[in-house]
């Protein structure tokens, strides 16, 4: 009885995953390489709840620890997946500070190229 719940909330959870995961991803708050990797973890619950040979592993767990199991398991993955954001995030404003650092750069050797060409010209108008 236990293992069926467990397996059960096994599927519910992987389903809240792929469900927050693709949300995640449409909010543009996570890549596309993680988020590839959160929706495989995703299926991979997904299976481990439903396919009878993988779901082996609920008759294991002691019937006394499967809240404690649950609880812990469920904080693990979404504290992960919210450090997995994080990461996401930090890597979006990286790329777009080095973009505009790249267009600072490129700025400033337009501005010293007219500014070479200026000393040039007025030291040929001596």
Known sequence: MMAGILCTITVIEGIVLLVVDFISFVYQKITVGIELCWSAFAVVLILLGVVPGLSDWSRVVPREAVPAFLLISLAVIFSFFYLSCA???????????????????????????????????????K
């Open 87 to 125: 990461v996401s995030q930090l890597l979006r404003k990286n790329q777009e500070l080095a973009m505009h650092v790249s267009l600072l750069n490129q700025e400033n050797e337009i501005i010293l190229q007219k500014l070479k060409d200026r000393l040039t010209d007025e030291e040929e108008e």
